[in-house]
């Protein structure tokens, strides 16, 4: 248990389907972020949210769309995805962004989203 | 941007020891981290270096040299639970960015 939660674990959507996903952390950090884990790829970062802000965009498809309502909450909006989006989702807080130790990423369990 | 590569597969033997190793190209360095991943489970932090030197911490133990942009994670006694894949990871310029993490399999 890192302290970081996402739900849903799984999902499974069709193409012309809009579906959220949701994490959550209580560990009173500042930074949060969104990584998508591809078979046999590295580690990909989507967005990074300092201070409820969004600092990063890393030229991520529009179809992707992140909110964070407050330094505890972080989610994911799907629309129109396409079968190469299926991945795992990850979600991650930082006590900072990336300064130091207190860039030690933290990452919930992730969500399995196929999109057939 | 940022280059950073590791071996994709490993294999040894229980209670033997091995050396992962992570070559990085970046630019604003500030420090390197060591993730685990099992399986279908989230990246679980193992272990950070900023300065040059070893880190050691039970079985695990990390080596940096920001000189020749390498590092390596060496585990020792070996146990089938630590077949995982190995994730290293650079904070640079203030974003954390990892590699493609080396998938170690473990045989009795």
């Known amino acids: 248990e890192t302290g970081v939660t996402q739900t849903p674990r799984h999902l499974v959507m069709g193409m012309t389907n809009k579906k959220s996903l949701k994490c959550e952390q209580h560990l009173g950090h500042n930074a949060m972020y969104w990584y998508k884990q591809s078979a046999k790829k590295p580690l990909e970062l989507m967005f990074v949210y300092n201070f409820k802000e969004q600092t990063e965009n890393n030229s991520v498809p529009s179809r992707f769309s992140p909110e964070c309502p407050n330094s505890s909450h972080l989610f994911l909006h799907l629309h129109t995805l396409q079968p190469e989006d299926s991945a795992l989702y990850l979600c991650?807080?930082?006590?900072?962004?990336?300064?130091?130790?207190?860039?030690?990423?933290?990452f919930g369990q992730g969500t399995r989203l196929t999109v057939v | 941007g940022q280059n950073i590569d590791q071996p994709t597969e490993m294999t040894a033997t229980e209670g033997a020891i091995v050396q992962i190793n992570c070559t990085y190209q970046t630019s604003g360095f500030n420090g390197l981290f060591w993730y685990q991943q099992h399986a279908g489970e989230a990246p679980t932090f193992l272990s950070y270096n900023v300065l040059d030197g070893l880190e050691e911490k039970g079985r695990f133990s990390s080596f940096l040299s920001r000189s020749k942009g390498y590092s390596y994670l060496l585990l020792k006694e070996l146990q089938m639970k630590d077949s995982a894949s190995y994730l290293c990871a650079c904070n640079a310029g203030n974003m954390l960015t990892f590699g493609g993490g080396t998938r170690l399999m473990v045989k009795p």
């Open positions: 991650a807080s930082s006590q900072d962004r990336a300064e130091g130790l207190g860039g030690q990423a933290f």
